[in-house]
């Protein structure tokens, strides 16, 4: 492991899937990063993370520094945070408590416009960007996760404070830098918000397709009629996107979808959500961005039949 000295503090609020790989491959890379846990706390204390990765092979972090309330964190200048968007807003009084005065909160989640709840939270002097995670990781077990492919994360500033332009382009600069030191790609986004949108077009149809009708994603592009139904909610994504004023790339649906033919069958987070009887991320994933349309006038009216089949589903499992 490479020196610590001059390397930014990176603290992680939700050592799960996502933030526990983040997390793990930036400790590797020489960084000096912090974990926040809740039921796995003491679990991760006693034996630290383990990732059986498919790209990176098994990988151990032990000891972690591991904390159970951030109160006992020290002031990091970036906080990863790695929960579901369900639980934002309870957050923020953890991550005021974790972050230097002008630290870097990146939202490592999925769904729309997610980092708008928690601004008005958050100390103006913050700065608040959103990380596009491309990967497939869950958990298997306290502190052990399953990376099956990619890992990608691409970084864009959504708010802070007043500075120049070129000021927050280096903040998301910063960012990706920390990811591609630690061996893992990641871009600049220029655009947060159309960033978001571009994910969506995967996680539409895919994150509520698994829960609905119980399958991964192997056997969804193995059947004819669930591909008609995955490219027919691809193509709405990209017509709302439109609506909101963002052209998605021609192509870009088409390549997701054989993209997916090549993956290792993955369950995505929302069902491992769903068996586990957690609350799904609805809101970010299907409510902002149908609602975002309808005001753009545009109406998605299979992306609303899924929402709302997934709603009932989703009321009836807690
Ligand atoms: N998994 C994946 O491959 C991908 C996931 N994403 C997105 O990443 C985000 C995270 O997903 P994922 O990592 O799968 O989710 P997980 O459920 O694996 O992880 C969430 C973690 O947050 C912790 N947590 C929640 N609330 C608190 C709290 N108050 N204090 C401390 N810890 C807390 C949970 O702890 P506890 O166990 O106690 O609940 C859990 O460890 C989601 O938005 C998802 O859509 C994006 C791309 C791919
Ligand atoms: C789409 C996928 C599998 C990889 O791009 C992912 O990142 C997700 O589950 O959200």
Known sequence: MSETVNKPVVGIIGTGAIGGFYGVMLARAG????????SEFCAVAERGLQINSAVHGPLTLHPANTYSAAEDMPPCDWLLVGTK???NVGLAPAIIQAAKPDAKVLLLQNGLDVEDSLRPLLADSLHLLGGLCLICVHRDGPGLITHQALGAVNVGYHSGPAIADAARQAI???GAGLFRAAGIDSQAMANLHQARWQKLVWNI?????????????????????????IQALMAEVVRGA?????????????YLFTMTEKMPDYWPSM???FRHKRPLE???IYAR?????KAAGCELSRIDALYRSLCFIDRGNL
């Open 282 to 284: 609805l809101e970010a």
């Open 85 to 87: 968007t369900t639980s």
């Open 31 to 38: 960084f000096d990063v912090h974990f926040l846990l809740r």
């Open 242 to 254: 439109k609506a909101c004023g963002h052209d998605i790339a021609p192509g870009y649906a088409d």
């Open 289 to 293: 961005p149908l609602a975002a349309a």
């Open 172 to 174: 998301v600069e910063e």
């Open 205 to 229: 149809p895919y994150n509520g397709l698994s829960v609905l009708l119980g399958a991964g994603t192997t056997p969804l592009m193995a059947d004819a009629d669930s591909r008609v139904l």
């Open 271 to 273: 069902y491992h959500d």
